[in-house]
């Protein structure tokens, strides 16, 4: 079965530099989330969609922004990186309507230097 | 504040034992409660939900008990196998598109 895709699966970048990930859902999962996992931390959740516009939000920093296109795919865009944003970056998708389950994807590591 | 708990980090249980691990929530508004299984570097894999309007929910050798007057879950595995050694992440949700509160991980390991 089709799961959630996650591109680049690697991202090393510099301080101040700025990060694009992207997240493809399951085929007709109409909903996305984003969360970002520190080493040694349980998942935060960032921002979610659905139908394209943003659903509920959670702690993500003024840097960052995301959207959702036409075909249902995401990206998250990080500028201004620091340090401590470093971390495992997992997109998950629902089918709104649904069970509510989310399926997560295999994540993004985020290295800073 | 944790709203959210998984008040033991590991659990060791033997090959073929029940594991139970235990999740604790503070917030009333949580209606819907999971389970995740993650690896290393792995994104988290779903294991089995409850609704806050059922008290229990079985899958296969998952069973996931919910006590909304203690807001208490738990999972139970039986019998437990060595594949089943990973993170156990329980997680919350208010529904429809919010996102999910973690607790902190349970790290199983089962023991041969």
């Known amino acids: 079965a089709a799961g959630v895709i996650q591109s680049p699966r690697h991202l090393i970048k510099e301080k101040r530099e700025t990060a694009t990930l992207k997240c493809y859902p399951i085929?007709?999962?109409?909903?996305v989330y984003w969360y970002q996992q520190g080493p040694g931390q349980d998942p935060q959740f960032l921002i979610s969609?659905?139908?394209?516009?943003?659903?509920d939000k959670g702690s993500i920093p003024d840097r960052f922004s995301a959207q959702q296109f036409s075909d249902y795919h995401s990206e998250l865009n990080m500028s201004s990186l620091e340090l401590g944003d470093s971390a495992l970056y997992f997109c998950?998708?629902?089918?709104?309507?649904?069970?509510?389950?989310?399926?997560f994807g295999p994540g993004t590591r985020l290295t800073v230097l | 504040d944790q709203q959210v708990k998984q008040n033991s980090p590991s659990l060791s249980v033997q090959e073929g034992r029940i594991s139970i691990l235990n999740c604790d929530y503070t917030?009333?508004?949580?209606?819907?409660f999971l389970w995740y299984k993650k690896y290393p570097a792995e994104g988290p894999t779903f294991l089995i939900s409850?609704?806050?309007?059922?008290d229990k929910n079985e899958d296969g050798r998952f069973t996931v008990f919910l006590n909304k007057s203690a807001k208490h879950l738990s999972l139970h595995i039986v019998p437990s196998q060595p594949g089943d050694s990973a993170v156990y992440f329980c997680?919350?949700?208010?529904?429809?598109?919010?996102?999910?509160?973690f607790g902190k991980g349970t790290h199983l390991i089962i023991q041969p």
């Open positions: 997680a919350a949700s208010g529904g429809g598109a919010d996102g999910l509160t």
């Open positions: 917030n009333s508004m949580f209606d819907y």
């Open positions: 998950a998708s629902s089918l709104r309507g649904g069970d509510d389950e989310q399926f």
């Open positions: 085929p007709r999962h109409d909903t």
């Open positions: 409850i609704s806050s309007i059922k």
């Open positions: 969609f659905y139908e394209k516009m943003q659903s």
